[in-house]
């Protein structure tokens, strides 16, 4: 419904969802929303007698970690290998089939009916300061009740590890929250965090995605910073230099590290990470550093033997 919103206000005949095909649930009940809608007359060729037409396309995506950058998304839709446009121009200027797009979570499009029914006013007084409306969280298999939960802005995030989610099932040191590039939260922060933008930014982490996957205590950090390189070595679009080849490198530093008596020079892995960051064009080379520098911070003594003094 959401989507059918913001096309009758931009005048769009078409909505696109775009969903992974490994996520077949999630296709099953769109494509059964979307007949719901059908069969109250409001799709097609002038609904309702409005003079607007409106439909949907559903996209089985291929699962490439980039589609999730709005313009890999847009050529990946476009039947094109997904890699990252250049910007301007803008989505909304040159998006898909070069037409003005408008591209959003559908979390974020799902929240239109709420505000169009009770009035924008009213959505922005649920949640803390710039961080309004709801936020959907997903805890994983490590915690006693894991599973998707929707919570307001500026919930204390103790609240939903220790309430909702009833805590972990082993010991934890650490959680992954807002997705690979989100930040690393030693469990020692957790009570200095509510579930808002600022409340993150300003710790040092970011709320991203808002989805929590557990470190286990006993997981050497070490591992897994190498599996955040591995991981957007593997799913880099291959656009832009610092990514592409800054990924590789730093999974083989952190690698050798791990598997020979070799150090990392702390300068080296340094301008490392400076440079995915200032250089990268988008989220994914430009995101890695955030987790990392978490991880060479809060547990420098666990890493202190795979570096040089
Ligand atoms: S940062 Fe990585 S994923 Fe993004 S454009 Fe550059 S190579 Fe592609």
């Known amino acids: 419904m959401g989507m059918l ?70 050529s990946s839709i476009e039947g094109q290998r997904p890699e990252v446009r250049v910007r301007p121009p803008f989505p909304t200027q040159q998006g898909l089939f070069n ?25 922005a007084g649920i949640g803390k300061g710039k961080s309004t409306g709801t936020k959907l969280i997903s805890l ?40 690979p590039l989100g930040g690393l939260v030693p469990v020692h922060k957790i009570s200095d965090l509510t579930v808002d933008f600022e409340s993150f ?6 709320l991203g995605h808002a989805s929590m996957v557990c470190l286990p205590h006993d997981f050497p950090v070490i591992l897994y910073i190498q599996h955040l390189f ?7 679009c291959g656009k832009c230099f610092p990514c592409r080849i800054g990924s590789t490198r730093g999974f083989e530093m952190l690698q050798k590290a791990s598997t020979t008596d070799y150090k990392i020079d702390r300068s080296l892995m340094a301008d490392l990470l400076d440079t995915l960051e200032m250089g990268s064009l988008c989220a994914l080379g430009g995101g890695l550093p955030l987790p ?6 809060y547990f420098s003594d666990e890493l202190a033997p795979f ?3």
């Open 201 to 206: 930014a300003s710790n040092g982490f970011l």
């Open 5 to 74: 919103i913001a096309a009758y206000i931009t005048g769009a005949e078409w909505g696109v969802l775009y969903i992974r095909a490994e996520y077949p649930v999630s296709i099953s009940t769109i494509s059964n929303s979307i007949a719901e809608l059908r069969a109250l007359g409001l799709l097609g060729k002038n609904i309702k007698g409005s003079g607007f037409d409106f439909d949907f396309k559903v996209i089985k995506a291929q699962g490439a970690y980039i589609c999730g950058e709005e313009t890999a998304l847009l």
């Open 307 to 309: 570096f040089k003094n």
């Open 292 to 297: 990392v520098r978490n991880a060479l911070h």
């Open 140 to 179: 994983d298999s490590f915690f006693n009740k894991p599973g998707i939960y929707e919570v307001e802005m500026g919930t204390p995030l103790s609240e939903v590890i220790y309430n909702l989610g009833q805590g972990f099932r082993a010991p934890v040191k650490a959680l992954h929250i807002g997705g």
């Open 99 to 123: 037409k003005p797009t408008v591209v959003n979570n559908v979390e974020t499009l799902a929240c239109l009916p709420y505000i169009i029914d009770r009035g924008g006013q009213n959505f």
């Open 230 to 236: 591995k991981f957007t070595a593997h799913e880099s």
